[in-house]
C-alpha cells in the first residue's frame, strides 16, 4: 500500500495547499453537510492542478476518490487504514474505465476525472459502506446516471468544480444503492455508457493496477504540458522558439494568449516562456499572469506531431532540435523522490501533514481535520 498511501499523501497535500482559492471557498460556501463536504474537498484537491495523474486515461485518480473515501469515512468514524484501503479500491476501478475509455472521452471534449471519478468516487463510497455485490454494482449504475464533466472547462473554476462534483457524485450514489435503489444496465445498454460518451466499461486489472503508472506532480500546471515546461529548463539561446507535442497534449493545454493564473497554467506557449524567463514555476508563479512572460509567450509556436508519444515533447531553436523529453520527471519512469515528495508536502501544508498517514488506526476525521 506504500504507493497509495504516498498518492494519497500527495493528494491532502494538494487539498491543503488549494482550500483557499477561489473555487474551493466558493464549494465550501454551498453548505455543511456530507455532501458539500466532499464536493468542496474535491475541489480543493484538484484546483491547483497539482495532484498525481494517471496519463493511460489522462485521468487524476485520487481527485474524486480521495474526497469520496475521506470524507465519508471521516463521518462514519472509519480509521485511517479503511479510508486508505477504500480510496485504493475507487482509484483502481477509476483508472480501469479511464484506461478503457481514451482517447474516446477526450476527442469528445469529455472530461475523463470528472467523468469516470463519479465511479470511482461511488466504488470508493461503496467500500466503507459495506456494500454487497448487487449494492454495490447499483452504486456505479446510479454513478454514472449523473456522470458529466467537459473539457471546455479547463482554464477556469469549473474543472476543479466539476471533480468536486463527481466525488459528491460517488457517495450519493452509493448511499442510494445502500438504500435499496436498483437501477439497469447504464454502461453497454442502448444510450448507455457507450454510446452516449463513448467510453467502455473496464473491470480493474490486478496484473495492471493504475497505481504503478501514476505520475506524481512536481509542477502545478498540465501534466501533458509538463515535457514542454521541461525541455525548456534545459534549453538557453535566443531565436525563434517552436515546442512539438501530441496532438492531446495541444488539446488539453490549449491556450495561447491567456489573461489569467487559471490559463496559464492550460498554456504551452506560457509555461514554456516562463521556464525559459523564471525556472521551475510553483503555486505562486500562478496568482497571476507575468506580463514579460506573456509577452515572451507570443513567440513560441506550437506544432503537433501524433508520431511523438501523449507526454512528449521536442523543443526547437532556430530551426534545430534543442531538447527532448519522452516522459517528464514525476513519471513512473522518473518518479519524485522521497525527499522530493516531502518537500512538495511541506511547500503546499508545512508540518502538519508530518507522518498523518503512519497509523492504519488513527481516526479518519483526525486526517481531515489537517485539512
Known amino acids: 500500500m506504500d504507493a497509495y498511501r504516498a498518492a494519497l499523501l500527495d493528494w491532502m497535500a494538494c487539498a491543503a495547499g488549494?482550500?483557499?482559492?477561489?473555487?474551493?471557498?466558493?464549494?465550501?460556501?454551498?453548505?455543511?453537510?456530507?455532501?458539500?463536504?466532499?464536493?468542496?474537498?474535491?475541489?480543493a484537491g484538484h484546483v491547483l492542478d497539482f495532484d498525481d495523474t494517471y496519463l493511460p486515461g489522462i485521468a487524476h485518480l485520487s481527485a474524486p476518490t480521495a474526497p469520496a473515501a475521506l470524507g465519508l469515512g471521516a463521518a462514519r468514524g472509519a480509521s485511517a487504514g479503511e479510508v486508505l484501503d477504500a480510496y485504493a479500491a475507487g482509484f483502481e476501478a477509476m483508472g480501469a474505465l479511464s484506461r478503457a475509455s481514451h482517447p474516446a472521452l477526450y476527442e469528445r471534449g469529455?472530461?475523463?476525472?470528472?467523468?469516470?471519478?463519479?465511479?470511482?468516487?461511488?466504488?470508493?463510497?461503496?467500500?466503507?459502506?459495506?456494500?454487497?455485490?448487487?449494492?454495490?454494482?447499483?452504486?456505479?449504475?446510479?454513478a454514472l446516471l449523473r456522470a458529466g464533466g467537459m473539457r471546455a472547462a479547463f482554464g477556469s473554476d469549473g474543472k476543479a468544480l466539476q471533480v468536486g462534483m463527481a466525488a459528491a457524485t460517488g457517495v450519493h450514489a452509493a448511499l442510494t444503492a445502500r438504500g435499496g435503489a436498483a437501477v439497469g444496465e447504464a454502461s453497454g445498454a442502448p444510450f448507455g455508457f457507450a454510446d452516449v460518451f463513448g467510453g467502455r466499461w473496464a473491470d480493474p486489472d490486478p496484473a495492471d493496477p493504475a497505481i504503478a503508472r501514476n505520475w506524481i506532480k512536481p509542477w502545478p500546471c498540465c501534466l501533458l504540458a509538463h515535457s514542454a515546461l521541461e525541455a525548456a529548463l534545459g534549453a538557453r539561446?535566443?531565436?525563434?522558439?517552436?515546442?512539438?507535442?501530441?496532438?492531446?497534449?495541444?488539446?488539453?493545454?490549449?491556450?495561447?494568449?491567456?489573461?489569467?493564473?487559471?490559463?496559464?497554467?492550460?498554456?504551452?506557449?506560457?509555461?514554456?516562456?516562463?521556464?525559459?524567463?523564471?525556472?521551475?514555476?510553483?503555486?505562486?508563479?500562478?496568482?497571476a499572469v507575468d506580463p514579460e512572460v506573456r509577452a515572451a509567450a507570443r513567440d513560441v509556436a506550437v506544432r503537433t506531431d501524433a508520431a511523438l508519444g501523449e507526454s512528449e515533447a521536442v523543443l526547437m531553436l532556430d530551426g534545430e532540435e534543442a531538447a527532448q523529453v519522452v516522459a517528464s520527471r514525476g513519471s513512473p519512469k522518473r518518479p519524485l523522490s522521497p525527499a522530493q515528495l516531502a518537500a512538495k508536502v511541506h511547500d503546499l501544508a508545512g508540518g502538519r501533514l508530518d507522518g498523518v498517514l503512519d497509523d492504519p488506526a488513527r481516526p479518519a476525521a483526525d486526517l481531515l481535520a489537517q485539512l
Open 18 to 43: 488549494g482550500a483557499g482559492e477561489r473555487a474551493a471557498r466558493a464549494a465550501r460556501a454551498t453548505g455543511d453537510g456530507l455532501l458539500e463536504r466532499v464536493a468542496w474537498l474535491g475541489t
Open 110 to 142: 469529455w472530461h475523463p476525472t470528472a467523468v469516470c471519478g463519479a465511479v470511482g468516487a461511488a466504488v470508493a463510497a461503496g467500500r466503507l459502506l459495506d456494500l454487497d455485490g448487487s449494492a454495490a454494482d447499483a452504486a456505479t449504475r446510479l
Open 237 to 287: 539561446g535566443g531565436g525563434s522558439v517552436e515546442i512539438v507535442v501530441h496532438p492531446v497534449a495541444r488539446a488539453a493545454a490549449r491556450y495561447d494568449d491567456v489573461v489569467d493564473g487559471l490559463q496559464a497554467k492550460f498554456s504551452i506557449p506560457y509555461l514554456v516562456a516562463f521556464a525559459r524567463l523564471r525556472g521551475e514555476p510553483r503555486t505562486a508563479s500562478f496568482a
